[in-house]
C-alpha cells in the first residue's frame, strides 16, 4: 500500500512553535508510511531548508504579507503540482488559504488547526466560524483550544478532535546540558530561562518586572533565547531596571533543550498559551517550571506537584514561586520527576504520529465511501 501523501501548510517556516511542530511531525511521519509535503503561504524560511536537508519536500507561495491573495494562485498551482492525498493546514491563514483553494484541482480532504487560543484579535474567531464547516476535520493540540474552539468560534464537537504536541524523549535525552560560559553566565549563580518568540503576548515586559524583583533578593541571572517585535521594549525594561550585568538576550538559539537542562527555572508568563512546546520541553528535561494560569499552561502543569502557576498579572506571584524553587533544589526535583511522568504519558512522538495517521486514513476512507 502506498504512503499517504499529506500537504502540510503553515502560515510561514519561520523559528517558530508551530514551525516547529510541523518539522518534528514531518521527521517522523516515515514511521508511520505517511509522505510529508511542507510548505508555506509566506517567503521561504529558515525551515525550508531544514526540511529540504532531511530529503522533505518543501514549497513557498511567496507572499508579502498576511493580505496579499496572490499566494493563493500560488498555491493553487503547487496543489495541482503535487496532488497530495490530503491537505493539513495549521494557523488562521493557512486554515483560509486551504479552504479557498484545496480543492481547487479535485475533491480532497482538508483538515485544519488550532494550537493557541486567541484572545487579542477577535477578527481571526470570526473568520474561523464563518469558514470552518469547509474543513472536514479540524484538529486541537489540547482539551483548552478544543474547548476554545466548541465554545468561542462555535465549532461542531462532531468535527473537532484534539491530538497532543509530540516529543521525542529518546532524543531530549540524549542531548547534553548546555555551557553556561558560552554566554558568559556563571555556574554558582541560579540561572532563569525564557525561550519563545518575543511577541506581546508573551508577556516579556512583566517577565523583567518579575525578575527585577527575585534579583533584589536572591543574586541570580536570566536568559532569553528568541527573537521578534518586542525585542527593543525588553531591552528599553531591562535597562530600566539596571538589570544588564544579569540578563543575556540571546536571540534565537539551536540548543533550547540543552539551555533548560541547565536552568533552575523555565519562568513563562504569557498572556494566552495553546499547549507551549517550550514547557512540554522543560518538564522533559526536568527544568522546573512557573507559568500563567492560563488554560493551556494549566493543563499541563497540576500546580504543587509538576510546577507553579500564577495569575498573569500577578508580579508578586510569579517572583516568590521563582524564588521558592531556586532556593529549593529537593523541590524543583520531585517536580521534574513528576512532569517526567506526565510527559511521557500523552506527549511521546511515536504515538502521536500514529494517531495523526488514524486522522488521515479516516478522512481519505470517508472521502471513497
Known amino acids: ?33 505517511v509522505e510529508p509535503i511542507v510548505g508555506c503561504l509566506a517567503r521561504r524560511g529558515p525551515l525550508n531548508d531544514r526540511l529540504a536537508s532531511l530529503g522533505i519536500e518543501t ?4 507572499a508579502t504579507g498576511p493580505f496579499d491573495a496572490r499566494c493563493l494562485i500560488s498555491l493553487a498551482r503547487i496543489v495541482r503540482r503535487f496532488d497530495p492525498d490530503l491537505i493539513h493546514s495549521s494557523l488562521l491563514h493557512a486554515n483560509l488559504a486551504a479552504r479557498l483553494v484545496g480543492r481547487i484541482d479535485r475533491q480532497r480532504p482538508l483538515l485544519t488547526s488550532t494550537v493557541t487560543i486567541e484572545t487579542r484579535q477577535t477578527w481571526h474567531l470570526l473568520i474561523e466560524a464563518l469558514t470552518c464547516d469547509v474543513s472536514d476535520m479540524h484538529v486541537a493540540n489540547s ?41 558568559d553566565l556563571r555556574d554558582d549563580v541560579p ?17 523583567i518586572d518579575v525578575f527585577a524583583r527575585v534579583r533584589r533578593q536572591r543574586a541570580s541571572q536570566l536568559l532569553l533565547l528568541g527573537e521578534g517585535p518586542q525585542r527593543a521594549n525588553i531591552q528599553t ?22 539551555w533548560l537542562k541547565t536552568a533552575d527555572v ?10 507551549p512546546n517550550v514547557l512540554l520541553e522543560a518538564m522533559a528535561c526536568g527544568c522546573a517550571v512557573v507559568a500563567s494560569d492560563v488554560p ?13 502557576l500564577c495569575c498573569s498579572a500577578d508580579v508578586q506571584c510569579f517572583a516568590r514561586q521563582v524564588l521558592a524553587l531556586i532556593e529549593t533544589p529537593a523541590l524543583r526535583r520531585r517536580f521534574a520527576e513528576q512532569a517526567l511522568v506526565r510527559v ?15 486522522a488521515y486514513e479516516r478522512l481519505i476512507s470517508q472521502g471513497r465511501t
Request: hydrophobic share 40%; proline share 6%.
Open 1 to 33: 500500500m502506498p504512503p499517504i501523501r499529506v500537504m502540510l501548510l503553515s502560515t510561514d517556516l519561520e523559528k517558530g512553535g508551530l514551525p516547529l511542530r510541523l518539522v518534528r511531525l514531518a521527521r517522523y511521519f516515515h514511521t508511520v508510511d
Open 59 to 62: 514549497f513557498s507561495c511567496d
Open 143 to 183: 482539551e483548552a483550544v478544543a474547548r476554545h474552539l466548541r465554545d468561542d468560534v462555535g465549532l461542531s464537537p462532531d468535527r473537532l478532535m484534539v491530538i497532543p504536541n509530540g516529543l521525542d524523549l529518546a532524543e531530549i535525552d540524549a542531548v547534553p546540558p548546555a555551557r553556561r560560559e558560552e554566554f
Open 191 to 207: 540561572l532563569v530561562v525564557w525561550a519563545g518568540r518575543m511577541d506581546p503576548v508573551k508577556n516579556l515586559e512583566l517577565l
Open 237 to 258: 525594561r531591562v535597562a530600566m531596571h539596571g538589570l544588564g550585568a544579569s540578563v543575556c538576550i540571546a536571540g534565537w538559539s539551536e540548543k533550547i533543550v540543552g
Open 266 to 275: 523555565l519562568l513563562l508568563p504569557s498572556l494566552t498559551e495553546g499547549s
Open 296 to 308: 493551556g499552561c494549566r493543563e499541563l502543569i497540576t500546580p504543587g506537584e509538576t510546577g507553579h
Open 344 to 358: 511521557r504519558q500523552k506527549h511521546d512522538i511515536q504515538d502521536v504520529v500514529e494517531r495523526w495517521r488514524e
